[in-house]
């Protein structure tokens, strides 16, 4: 059965990469752990390439991906986006809903860039998943995930949601984009 490797050193995004792989497809996944570096940019597609750029210099095995994600909130005029995990980190969640206290307008989206290089070529799939930043702070999930509300839930965080975060994300869907071309490009050349 054909291989990919993907590079991450977040276990979190590698378990739900994994499981859309495991329920959508026989090409197996193959996790590289490792810490990327990644540039400072306002666009995940483009932290992605570069990332996967720096990564296919250590490592090559093929095909190989790497994936960039972050969530923009509409009225912080798409904060903390690229700086997701830094944010995270410092501020953390509590940081986000004090920033948000007086803000009625909600909006929010998550992005998931992946970017797979296959022979000499690099492909970008990315997707994004609208939803609402929430009042408060679920018990369940990794990440933004206990205070992001997806549109087509409009109650539960994704943390709440379990699995089923699994079924709708933003990664989900880059994944799924991910697997249907690796499939046309793998299965063909067999
Ligand atoms: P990066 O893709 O490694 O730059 O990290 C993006 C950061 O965005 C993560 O460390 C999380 O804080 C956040 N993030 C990305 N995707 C998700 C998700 O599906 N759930 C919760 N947080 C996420």
């Given at each position: 059965?054909?291989?990919?490797?993907?590079?991450?050193?977040?276990?979190?995004?590698?378990?739900?990469?994994?499981?859309?792989?495991?329920?959508?497809?026989?090409?197996?996944?193959?996790l590289i752990q490792k810490s990327i570096i990644e540039i400072q940019s306002f666009d995940l597609e483009e932290i992605?390439?570069?990332?996967?750029?720096?990564?296919?210099?250590?490592?090559?095995?093929?095909?190989?991906?790497?994936?960039?994600?972050?969530?923009?909130?509409?009225?912080?005029?798409?904060?903390?986006?690229?700086?997701?995990?830094?944010?995270?980190?410092?501020?953390?969640?509590?940081?986000?809903?004090?920033?948000?206290?007086?803000?009625?307008n909600r909006e929010a989206f998550f992005q998931s860039s992946i970017a797979l290089k296959?022979?000499?070529?690099?492909?970008?799939?990315?997707?994004?998943?609208?939803?609402?930043?929430?009042?408060?702070?679920?018990?369940?999930?990794?990440?933004?995930?206990?205070?992001?509300?997806?549109?087509?839930?409009?109650?539960?965080?994704?943390?709440?949601?379990?699995?089923?975060?699994?079924?709708?994300?933003?990664?989900?869907?880059?994944?799924?984009?991910?697997?249907?071309?690796?499939?046309?490009?793998?299965?063909?050349?067999?």
């Amino acid at each position: 059965m054909p291989v990919v490797f993907f590079v991450t050193s977040n276990q979190h995004k590698f378990q739900e990469v994994n499981t859309i792989f495991t329920q959508h497809t026989s090409i197996q996944l193959k996790l590289i752990q490792k810490s990327i570096i990644e540039i400072q940019s306002f666009d995940l597609e483009e932290i992605a390439f570069f990332s996967l750029e720096k990564c296919t210099q250590d490592f090559h095995e093929r095909p190989i991906f790497v994936e960039d994600s972050g969530l923009f909130i509409d009225q912080l005029n798409g904060f903390p986006g690229p700086f997701s995990a830094y944010i995270f980190k410092t501020i953390g969640l509590k940081g986000i809903l004090t920033l948000m206290q007086h803000v009625n307008n909600r909006e929010a989206f998550f992005q998931s860039s992946i970017a797979l290089k296959i022979d000499d070529c690099i492909e970008i799939f990315t997707e994004r998943v609208k939803g609402k930043i929430s009042r408060n702070i679920s018990e369940s999930g990794w990440g933004y995930d206990p205070i992001f509300i997806p549109e087509c839930d409009g109650i539960h965080s994704f943390g709440d949601l379990g699995p089923k975060k699994n079924s709708i994300s933003h990664r989900y869907l880059a994944t799924l984009k991910l697997i249907r071309f690796l499939e046309d490009h793998l299965f063909e050349m067999n």
